[in-house]
């Protein structure tokens, strides 16, 4: 996936810079949501477990909505940004449009949480546990690695669909990224059984991939000339 974002923004310095910069954003959503988290945990009684795993599905409940609030906040800093280059250049255009920046904020939010995902990985990796020690699954690494990649693409189309519902005030569309975002990472708790969370996330993946391509302009027509390699 990064290779794949690196090389479509590399040549373009403003959609680096926007990509810098909606991955600070992610974190410091993580930051307000784990520092949550953390307080909430010490206040409670380490010894009761039900109290304890509902304090993790709370804070990854809270932890996705706050990004989700704060991807709201970068898109109103975008549309000021814009809007200002618009009356600052000569012809009254922007020179990047808001679904480039919507694209871009996109890849900025999923690289930076596959980032943070694969450090908790390599850390797991370190010890002193063994993975499968005691019966379970041998592939908790290759299964993660998975994971954090479709987590990256719907991140990235995430962000387009969300910018769109946000230009065009249709609300149910940002809904629909909000319970597509608390879905796929509810469906984590399922591991290790991770058919229960790899196969919807995939599948959900693949479903919110055609409908960003369609909002941003694309068509059956368009895929087919692609895939035959058609000018």
């Known amino acids: 996936?990064?290779?794949?974002?690196?090389?479509?923004?590399?040549?373009?310095?403003?959609?680096?810079?926007?990509?810098?910069?909606?991955?600070?954003?992610?974190?410091?959503?993580?930051?307000?949501?784990?520092?949550i988290w953390f307080i909430a945990v010490k206040a409670s009684d380490p010894r009761d477990e039900p109290l304890q795993r509902g304090l993790l599905i709370f804070g990854v409940m809270f932890s996705v909505l706050l990004q989700e609030v704060f991807r709201f906040l970068y898109y109103k800093l975008l549309r000021k940004a814009i809007e200002g280059l618009v009356a600052l250049s000569e012809d009254g255009c922007s020179p990047i449009s808001i679904q480039q920046m919507a694209y871009v904020a996109g890849?900025?939010?999923?690289?930076?949480?596959?980032?943070?995902?694969?450090?908790?990985?390599?850390?797991?990796?370190?010890?002193?546990?063994?993975?499968?020690?005691?019966g379970d699954s041998q592939l908790y690494f290759l299964t993660s690695?998975?994971?954090?990649?479709?987590?990256?693409?719907?991140?990235?189309?995430?962000?387009?669909?969300?910018?769109?519902?946000?230009?065009?005030?249709?609300?149910?569309e940002i809904a629909a990224v909000v319970v597509m975002h608390l879905a796929v990472s509810g469906s984590t708790f399922c591991n290790?059984?991770?058919?229960?969370?790899?196969?919807?996330?995939?599948?959900?993946?693949?479903?919110?991939?055609?409908?960003?391509?369609?909002?941003?302009?694309?068509?059956?027509?368009?895929?087919?000339?692609?895939?035959?390699?058609?000018?």
Request: net charge positive.
């Open 1 to 35: 996936p990064m290779g794949t974002d690196m090389a479509q923004t590399r040549h373009r310095c403003q959609q680096m810079l926007s990509l810098s910069h909606r991955a600070f954003f992610w974190l410091v959503s993580l930051l307000l949501s784990s520092l």
């Open 107 to 134: 890849v900025g939010f999923g690289l930076m949480s596959g980032a943070f995902s694969m450090i908790n990985l390599l850390a797991d990796s370190l010890g002193p546990g063994t993975v499968g020690i005691h």
């Open 145 to 172: 690695a998975f994971m954090t990649m479709v987590l990256i693409f719907l991140h990235t189309f995430w962000g387009i669909l969300f910018f769109h519902g946000c230009e065009h005030r249709c609300w149910w």
């Open 192 to 231: 290790p059984m991770y058919v229960g969370s790899l196969v919807p996330s995939y599948s959900l993946m693949a479903i919110t991939a055609v409908w960003a391509y369609l909002l941003s302009g694309g068509s059956a027509q368009n895929m087919r000339r692609f895939l035959l390699c058609k000018s």
